[in-house]
């Protein structure tokens, strides 16, 4: 299996390749040059697997023969033996005919383990073989970075350096990074707000001069392939346990940078049958206004009580405008010019595609809130708030009674104290056991101006030999 850029431009790349870098040179991202099939008949003969064995199934194809079949399986194993549910991911009923999907129940409490765990071995295993270490370097919000941090605090081909937002970042979501201490492991707070460190990691990845040589920085956010492809293998479970394949199910998904919900139309794409696909957003809305009006214009970041769906742009939906365009790179190229400078059109039939299969809604702080307080008074259910925008867009964009409509519960309640406190829950929701202290636990982290110099020389300074 060959990975090409959706800019159209360089040669066809390894699965080895894409993993270990970030955007592709010309500034696509990858994707697989041809997209694995499963009948019908195949997908049925999965629905006793275990998760761990279903995401062999999924997961295998994209490898094709990269890692032997009984090392891939291992690496799976190790990935999953981490969360703290029987299930991996369980489903809940709230409603008649309606789901919760809880991808909580990893280390950092939030869906990103699923893809995290999974890349911090899968790279680890890489680089083993390769008898090579690599930098990753990261900016986050909040949720990637500790996930990223659980997911490689055991590498030992990796330093990982994460920058957040100084004094910006929850205090769940900080102590989660900071207090988990390993030699390869550097947490940098930046003066600044995430769009300054996310700059800041850009020109690194652009001018690479200041690593030693031989190393070279790997991403980890959702532009690294192998993190989309973990997560096409939650929908085929949800799917399996609902009556599918049989059954088509749809999915309503919190979205931001639109990694999760492009997971989920590629098993559409590989034989899933799935119905609708929901984008939920908050009121950072640019895909819901583009999907509905045709409306792809950036707005400034409003702050909301739902963090991690933030997004001015999201960095995954060029990945489907990929294939709305008939996968023609220098179309795409155009397109995100136009993004890049304000505003970007779709064709008529690029939107008419994607509305056959994806609905979007939008649901402010506001919404949100009040469905926290019902779901909460009425089936006595702890809704996280990107899990609430979730609910609230399913109900809104459903199309039958009959179809399963699953939400994807993206993260924890007890991560996000501020919105369910809002919604009238009359103390902190309560961390799982496994960090039940957190606040008790001593912190590491170094903070740094926002200078190219100060850290770049921090990290080349900071690298294991
Ligand atoms: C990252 C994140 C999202 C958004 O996921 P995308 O793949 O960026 O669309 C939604 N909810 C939570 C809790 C997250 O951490």
Redesign the pocket.
Known sequence: MKYISTRGGGQPKSFEEVILTGLAPDGGLYVPEKLPQFSIQEIASWSTLSYQELALKVISPFVDGAIPEQDLEQLIAKSYATFRHDDIAPLVKTGSNEWILEL?HGPTL???DFALQFLGNLLDYTLEKRQQKVVIMGATS???GS?AIEGCRRCNNIDIFILHPHERVSEVQRRQMTTVRADNIHNIAMHGNFDDCQNMVKASFSDQSFLPDGRQLVAVN?INWA?IMA?IVYYFWASLKLGGPDQAVSFS???????????GYLAHKMGLPIKRLVIATNQNDILHRCISDNDHTTRPLEQSL?P??D?MI???FERLLFDLYDRDGAAITQLMRDAKVGSMQLSESALTDARQLFSSFRCDDKGMVDLIRETHQEVDYLL????AI?LAAARVCRTDCHTPMVT?A??HPA??PDAVKAAGYPRDPELPEHLADLFEREEWFTTLDNDPLAVQAFIANNISV
């Not at 919190?254 to 492009?262: C, H």
């Open positions: 909580f939030a869906f990103k909040g949720d990637t996930a959702s993190r997560q998904v919190p979205t931001g940078n639109f990694g999760d919900i492009f997971a739902a991690s769906m997004i999201s960095s995954n996280d708030p990107h899990t979730g994807l993206t993260a991560k996000f």
